[in-house]
């Protein structure tokens, strides 16, 4: 009796193999330039007199470091400047978009890996209940000190019990301090819960936002406990810039747009530096931008619904982003080297994903600055639109560059479902809640009476999330944003709005620093581990199985590459898989217990095979005897390592994931690729003996 349907097994781990590579593509690409990139790459670092290092490291930051770095750099004549300066626009346009595709799916190394700065913050709950006072007095102050001083012997404690066991000792309800008059300690605990947990969340989107603006790739960032939050912040070398970047209060400000008759007179401007640029440079294969053609430019997008910021007064229409405000409309020149990149989404400046990093690099030019309107500035969208066509599009904005308002003035932000006053066709729907205090309130109706019809942004931290047209006067200091997706959207704006005016200060508890080299040793010394844990496992098995141990060797080599394509596709999924070093330790495991499976089943034929059966029988015994013992064994490793996974922290954490992924992949290649394999060969000859 033959084997049979090996068709359909063939399918499956052809499937697998194809997955497999599709994620460990992008890992290979984004870790290795072309040999053209690297001679371009040389040729910069060579010509700025900076190490090929920096330069490779910084392609894929802030367009600005390189150039500023060029600009600093003395000793260089215009046509030096401008040949770097061409081979700059290539890397960090043409480039820097292409590896940028892969970065989000390459698999992400952890700190110990790659360097950087680890940070343990706590945000201050003792603060917090100072800010929530009602009214502040000594006995209050003294009870706040003790209660800091327990957090501080121990850290651990529960500050909800800890709370409620110093008021006791004073005599004293909760309710004296804090909520409203009268209400139990259960209530007002309950309340001051809340608020923590609020702050935590505001200063986790404060750090998001602080981190997205200092160019590190693959941070980590993540509640640990009640109140604390680690970052980890691979590739960053200057801890007192860092500090200094996260320990700063969100910026909450409200900005007019300038008028579009001056906003799109700057466009034509910077279409005509570019040109006039253009034109005195010869044409290199290092073109800063591709123009494309008129009727590309002209092109509009199907218009969809816009936010509406409206105001809640009776017979008042507010404030709103209106929808039918059309498309920009972009004078093209023959030559429109800006214009041509960018298109009309619902009124605004859009640029298609495809074309953000090189309206970026233009932008990033020192001569655009000077073609700015005075008192003006550029500013991004906080996240890309999606339009009709089913694109992305990202939104620039220019805008004053002074604030007609800041984020002080604002007391509240909270989600409530909409009555559809403005718009009956969004009632029930999410909406975010904007309450001003009395002095913005007077400052916001006077903003809005003096520029009605005009554009007000609202902008945290340099990214504007909104520009609303206002429609009227707002007298009250109240209105609402209209347009989320769902509450959980609307809670997320309400939490950015709300983290203009943080109300607690974040203390640094710990602080690390892992310099880039010995992340490179571990590297180095991890790979050369587990190269020499692979060669010595392949020459024990061909040695001991001969020709049954290469086909065991065949599944550990798919093994590893399997490992490495599940980090990869969970960490593109946003699920946290890093490779750590830790990692490393977690698949040189892997590498011995890949084969123990292969070791039970040959020793399972063996015993089939000295029984007189016939191979193919004994082949097929071998696997089904030994099936069970091996599914025990990986299932209850598999389940530590998930209890090490939920429950673990760091370098835990990423020997678990290297783990847990390594043991479902070993089961996989030992028992179906090896298995299929032996039958394979099997069906196409009667085999008399085995190789084992």
Request: charged share 25%.
């Amino acid at each position: 009796m033959k084997p049979r349907k090996l068709l359909p097994r063939v399918i499956v781990i052809v499937i697998i193999l194809l997955f497999a590579g599709y994620y460990l593509f992008p890992t290979l690409r984004f870790g290795n330039l072309t040999d053209t990139e690297e001679k371009i790459s040389r040729e910069v670092a060579e010509e700025m007199g900076v190490n090929y290092a920096y330069v490779i490291e910084n392609l894929n930051k802030d367009e600005s470091i390189l150039r500023d770095k060029l600009a600093e750099t003395k000793d260089l004549n215009d046509e030096q400047r401008k040949s770097i300066t061409e081979k700059l626009d290539y890397l960090q346009g043409e480039l820097r978009d292409d590896i940028g595709k892969y970065r989000k799916s390459a698999v992400k190394k952890g700190l110990d890996l790659q360097g950087g700065m680890h940070l343990l913050l706590e945000v201050d709950v003792v603060q917090l209940m100072r800010n929530l006072a009602r009214q502040r007095d000594t006995k209050l102050e003294n009870i706040l000190v003790k209660i800091d001083n327990e957090l501080n012997e121990n850290p651990q404690a529960n500050f909800n019990e800890l709370v409620v066991q110093v008021f006791k000792k004073e005599n004293l309800k909760l309710s004296q301090y804090f909520g409203e008059a009268g209400e139990s300690d259960a209530t007002v605990l309950s309340y001051l819960s809340k608020q923590a947990d609020d702050a935590i969340n505001r200063s986790l989107e404060i750090l998001r936002n602080r981190i997205d603006q200092f160019g590190v790739s693959e941070p980590s960032i993540q509640k640990q406990g009640s109140r604390r939050i680690v970052l980890e912040l691979p590739g960053v070398q200057d801890p007192s810039r860092a500090r200094d970047l996260i320990g700063r209060t969100a910026l909450l400000e409200f900005k007019l747009l300038i008028d579009p008759e001056k906003a799109q007179q700057f466009l034509k401007d910077v279409d005509a530096y570019l040109a006039e640029r253009n034109k005195s440079t010869d044409s290199t294969s290092f073109e800063t931008v591709e123009a494309t053609t008129t009727e590309e430019a002209e092109e509009t997008i199907a218009e969809d619904d816009a936010f509406d910021f409206s105001a809640e007064v009776e017979g008042d229409t507010g404030v709103g982003a209106e929808s039918d405000t059309g498309t920009v409309d972009f004078e093209i020149a023959e030559e429109a080297p800006l214009t041509s990149l960018l298109r009309g989404v619902r009124g605004d400046i859009a640029v298609p994903a495809e074309n953000l990093q090189q309206v970026r690099s233009i932008f990033a030019d020192p001569g655009i600055d000077k073609i700015l309107p005075d008192g003006s500035e550029i500013l991004w969208s906080a996240k890309p639109e999606a339009a009709g066509d089913g694109k992305e599009y990202y939104l620039f904005y220019v805008l004053k560059s002074e604030a007609e308002l800041l984020g002080s003035a604002l007391s509240d932000a909270r989600v409530d479902i909409g009555s559809g006053y403005n718009n009956p066709g969004r009632a029930g729907q999410p909406v975010v809640s904007l309450s001003m205090n009395r002095q913005g309130a007077r400052k916001f109706a006077r903003v809005t009476g003096a520029n009605i019809d005009k554009r007000l942004a609202i902008v945290l931290d340099d990214k504007v999330y909104m520009a609303p047209n206002i429609r009227s006067k707002i007298p009250n200091g109240r209105a609402i944003i209209e347009g989320t997706a769902n509450v959980d959207e609307a809670n997320d704006l309400a939490i950015v709005l709300r983290a203009g005016a943080l109300p607690t200060s974040v203390i640094v508890e710990e602080e690390r620093t892992v310099g880039p080299s010995l992340g490179r040793d571990s590297i180095q010394k991890g790979t050369n581990s587990a190269i020499i844990g692979i060669v010595l496992v392949i020459i024990f098995m061909v040695i001991y199985y001969g020709m049954s141990g290469v086909i065991a060797n065949i599944a550990l080599l798919l093994n590893i590459a399997l490992i490495f394509a599940g980090l990869s596709f969970f960490g593109a999924m946003g699920m946290g898989a890093t490779l750590s070093l830790p990692g490393i330790a977690g698949i040189i495991l892997t590498i011995g217990m890949a084969v123990d499976a292969n070791v039970l089943i040959f020793e399972r034929i063996r015993e089939e095979l000295d029984t007189g059966k016939t191979v193919w029988h004994a082949i097929s015994a071998g696997y089904d005897r030994a099936f069970t013992t091996i599914l025990d064994a990986n299932v209850t490793t598999l389940i530590a390592a998930l209890v090490l996974l939920q429950f673990g922290t760091g370098p835990i954490k990423g020997f678990a994931v290297t783990l847990a992924i390594g043991i479902v992949c070993s089961l996989f290649t030992a028992i179906v690729v090896t298995r299929l394999i032996f039958d394979y060969i099997t069906s196409k000859k009667t085999l008399t003996r085995l190789s084992i």
